[in-house]
């Protein structure tokens, strides 16, 4: 056992260094740069200076609109990709022809780098030259071009639409895995009593699902909350600044205004959101096992 | 009623796949494959076609012109693509070896605090990777690791290493105990160990894990705009975004060079759906 123990520990070594200087000590030092001035490393020239760059963040509107559209941007996509990636699941619980290529579609979108995909999207909506108004124009359902990415509040609408179609697919995915795990004499004992599907899924589809769709919804809200490349590349946070989210607003403030320590304390109060959501989620779990 | 009391519900679940159930697969496809395919035929389209007006929808003629462009006039373009897959396939062998190391450790030795420290490192990956990036910034400055391929790559592997290692743990529980035992017994080292048995009995494990940290990697975005700022050091993902001027998008080129990126992932979506699904499935599933 206690050669088991030291190779334990041998084994952990280069893991745990990576680990403590690509995202332990960054950390950390995000986290101290967030109460300084003037300074992009906590050695040189770091002057402390206590909560005032939170204060000037909450008193900042540019902020506070970031905030608002990052919570709503979560708040609506993380709902309707659930719906979606349940229906998908049920869909695909089941044997059928041609399921490689319905299993690679719903696969697809989620491996494709969100930054690309923004573009692909960006070409699509372009207002000129795009498919969507071309084709909605030649089937007579719009009369007149629509402006999706350069109009408020269109371009937030056009942009969760894209968040959407790409991550239905992870939540029907990790869904699934739920699904397989519910034993099929459970059906059976429900098709004795004569229960049609809709009650099978209500009674026992979903509360055996609890566990998977929370812990998928858990990492979607997450993943939603610092979405970073989508209006990047889709709308360039505009038009104004009605599509710019947290992690946006962010970068903005670290490299293009270079203010580390102002972006940094907006990247923790982001972190902060994040972990209480996460917190009650996961009360939420424990409260559903107990 | 009796006949579904008489036919097991199992089958009834995993047979019956009606005409409704194949419209809502054939849905599925179309949704899931339609902007790549636009991307496909605007990247086949004259630069006279692409902008016409009304839109043409079909390439008439298809064209590789937007291809050979880019090797002939955006040379940049393809060293995006190669930077991409020096740092995303050296990224996977060093996450492998480090992660696989690591999660037999914390997964199957037995040691004291290793239940504590598989929390800790999903807690430390829990922080946005946004928070790296002014820390991480700065030092890589000091170090002269911007615009590396070591710098991205020891970035990478800090991002992802944790996911690595609680897919490879969930893998590594897998092999049966007996078979470790059995082996201690004979006095067979931890290494020994690890490189003879588990290793090659979780292949499968692996090269999901692989697989996953490769398009990881190969897709990730702000790590990769903030550590490699010279125009020739890009990966294909921030070279692309970044390529299109301050007014203009020529758009032939960014759909050509666009599809050439995402290739890789279309061929690996399509080869081991298996491979991904069963990798995402057991790194969330528990």
Same mark, same amino acid.
């Given at each position: ?9 041998? /084994? ?8 403590? /200087? ?10 101290? &740069? ?35 559209? %990052? ?29 490689? &290529? ?16 923004? &573009? ?124 710019? %989210?947290?992690? &946006? ?42 | ?51 016409? #007006? ?13 291809? $050979? ?70 030092? #890589? ?129 399509? $080869? #081991? ?14």
């Amino acid at each position: 056992m206690k050669q088991a123990n030291r190779a334990g520990v041998y /084994f952990l070594t280069p893991a745990l260094l990576i680990i403590a /200087f690509v995202l332990l000590f960054p950390i950390i030092q995000t986290i101290v &740069l967030s109460f300084g001035k003037n300074s992009t490393s906590i050695f040189i020239g770091y002057e402390y200076i206590g909560l005032a760059n939170y204060r000037r963040l909450l008193a900042t509107p540019r902020f506070i609109t970031a905030l608002n559209n %990052t919570l709503f941007f979560t708040a609506v996509t993380v709902p309707l990709e659930l719906c979606i990636g349940l229906l998908l699941a049920q869909a695909l619980n089941r044997r059928f022809r041609g399921k490689g &290529l319905v299993r690679m579609a719903v696969l697809f979108p989620w491996a494709l780098p969100t930054a690309l995909n923004a &573009l692909m999207w960006r070409w699509m909506f372009n207002s000129e030259f795009g498919l969507f108004n071309a084709m909605l124009i030649d089937s007579g359902l719009l009369t007149e071009r629509v402006n999706w990415l350069g109009a408020i509040p269109l371009a937030m609408y056009s942009m969760m639409f894209v968040s959407v179609w790409k991550t239905s697919s992870f939540m029907a995915l990790l869904l699934l895995a739920g699904l397989q795990t519910i034993p099929d004499d459970l059906y059976e004992a429900g098709s004795v009593d004569g229960s049609n599907r809709w009650t099978a899924f209500r009674h026992i589809t979903l509360p055996l699902l609890r566990p998977a769709i929370l812990v998928s919804v858990l990492l979607r809200t997450m993943d939603a909350m610092r979405t970073f490349e989508l209006p990047f590349n889709l709308t360039d946070g505009g038009p104004l600044t009605s599509t710019e %989210t947290l992690s &946006l607003y962010a970068y903005r403030t670290i490299f293009q205004y270079v203010n580390f320590n102002l972006g940094s304390s907006a990247i923790i109060i982001q972190f902060i959101i994040i972990m209480a959501i996460s917190l009650a989620y996961i009360a939420t779990l424990r409260r559903g096992q107990a | 009623m009796t006949r579904r009391a008489a036919r097991p519900a199992k089958i009834d679940r995993q047979r019956s796949a009606s005409p409704g159930f194949y419209v809502v697969a054939g849905i599925t496809v179309l949704v899931s494959f339609f902007p790549t395919i636009w991307l496909f035929l605007t990247s086949i389209k004259t630069e006279a076609t692409i902008y016409a #007006f009304p839109v043409v929808y079909l390439p008439a003629p298809p064209t590789l012109d937007n291809y $050979l462009n880019i090797f002939n006039e955006t040379p940049e373009l393809l060293r995006y693509i190669l930077n991409s897959f020096i740092v995303a396939t050296t990224t996977t062998i060093v996450i492998l070896a480090f992660g696989g190391l690591a999660a037999y450790s914390l997964g199957r030795l037995t040691w004291r605090g290793r239940g504590p420290l598989l929390i800790f490192i999903l807690a430390v990956s829990m922080f946005p990777p946004l928070a790296l990036l002014p820390s991480l910034f700065s030092m #890589f400055l000091d170090l002269r690791l911007i615009n590396s391929y070591p710098g991205l790559i020891i970035g990478h592997t800090g991002l992802y290493l944790p996911i690595a290692i609680w897919i490879l743990s969930n893998f590594f529980q897998t092999v049966p105990r007996e078979i470790e035992d059995a082996a201690r017994v004979d006095g067979a080292t931890s290494l020994r160990i690890f490189w003879r048995i588990i290793l090659p009995l979780s292949a499968p494990g692996l090269i999901s894990t692989g697989l996953i940290v490769f398009i990881f990697s190969w897709n990730e975005f702000p790590l990769s705009l903030v550590l490699m700022s010279d125009n020739f050091m890009r990966t294909a993902p921030v070279g692309i975004s970044l390529f299109p001027g301050e007014y203009s998008f020529p758009w032939e080129i960014i759909t050509a060079a666009t599809m050439l990126t995402i290739t890789p992932i279309l061929i690996i979506s399509g $080869l #081991f759906q298996d491979r991904l699904i069963g990798g995402l499935t057991a790194g969330s599933g528990k």
